[in-house]
């Protein structure tokens, strides 16, 4: 049988991962998912079970990794990534971004194949440089609740590069910026989940702080898209992936407001501990070298969103 490239996605049952293989089989790709389901969802991937090019594992990406054949792209996607996930989940967080980047970038090496490195705008931490370049170092707190996933990411980096540097192993770190759409888990935690599951079941929103805090909300096909070209791109330094359309956590109450047609109760919460006061993306090197931008606004991919949740269940 004469396919296409034969393509590893770790943590492929996740949100961003699982999008990823619908892209990968659409472009042809062989797709082999491995996911332990800590938080990925078969749901996510059920549709591709019976696709003769799609194969699921389910297995722990920090144990020693091995597949037959051969491999031409690994995308490197296993991880929680809700602060609410990888605090409760701090220690397999910290495995799979250090022993797990590791493992994948073994295969890698044994195989010849590319890595592509899905890692984070929280290298950035509360960032004193607004917005974000990719040039930035970055202001974290290393044993503040966050640093779990933080140091991880920021360690997976350093391991991508030593691999690159030291194995001549060809390899891509997108720094992804937060990310929305179909397939986010209803009870992930974070503020895109939260508020739609919220507002559809009549609840109040959780506005944590003053909600004058900010972040930049990129709907996911833009993000399949820009990692897709990163992926086929010939670039090695990090590329931050994002929307660069900056919005307060209330613009985002007001955006949900606006497209429910309705007033919505809001509930004040207290900011957790080093959640960063700001956030966005420096999109350049993307626009430069990738061609790419976003291209969905927050109320479109937020439209594009709520059927979604309002098919796992208001009020689940
Ligand atoms: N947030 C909020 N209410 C919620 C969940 C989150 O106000 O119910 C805030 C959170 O404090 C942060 C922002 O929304 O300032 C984005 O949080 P999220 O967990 O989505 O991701 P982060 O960008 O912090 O990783």
Redesign the pocket.
Known sequence: MNRGPRSLVTGGAGFLGSHLCDRLIQEGHEVICIDNLITGDMDHVAHLLGHEGFRFIKYDVTEYLYVEGPLNYILHFASP????DYQRLPIQTLKVGSLGTHKALGLAKAKGARLLLAS???VYGDPQVHPQPESYWGHVNPVGP?GV?DEAKRFAEAMTMAYHRYHGVDTRIARI??T?GPRMRPH????????LM?ALAGRP?????D?R???SFCFVSDMVEGLFRLLMSSEVEPVNLGNPVERS?RD?VAAVEAILGRRLDVTY?P??QD???V?QPDITRARERLGWEAKVDLEAGLRETIPYFQEKGVGA
């Open positions: 990534a809700s602060p609410v984070t705008s929280e966050r996933y910026f937060n929305f992930d935690g974070r503020v895109v989940s939260n508020f919220q929103l959780t506005v944590y702080g909600g805090q900010t972040r956590i985002l919460n900011l957790p959640d960063p006061r956030r």
